[in-house]
């Protein structure tokens, strides 16, 4: 049974960072790519950044972020802890959502189960 459970939320200031984390089971983890997607109050879910698994780069991983948050987002992940990161400086009231994370790439993986999610609010 696949499970995603998220961490790391909470409110943040204008201009401040919060680290996100997501420990996934249920399935061989270091084979899929692994993405962030949010969803914002009264809007549908937004893509955020994927990661992919690095097979093909021998081990180095390849990233796609959303230019909505590009240069202040940065996704990561530990094989060996099953646990994929979004670190998220320099926030804005606009980034204020729900974070899941998802497996796959990119857009597509919104259409992909979710776990609960962790909540970020971005106010002064």
Known sequence: QVQLVESGGGLAQPGGSLRL???ASGFLFETYSMSWVRQAPGK???FVSSIDTGVWRNGEFDTLTANSVKGRFTISRDNAKNTVYLQMNNLKPEDTAVYYCVKGWGAT???NDRGQ???VTVSS
Do not use: I, M, P, Y
Request: glycine share 16%; hydrophobic share 25%; aromatic share 0%.
């Open 21 to 23: 984390s997501c420990v």
């Open 44 to 46: 549908g879910l937004e």
């Open 109 to 111: 993986a919104t259409k």
């Open 117 to 119: 999610g962790t909540q």
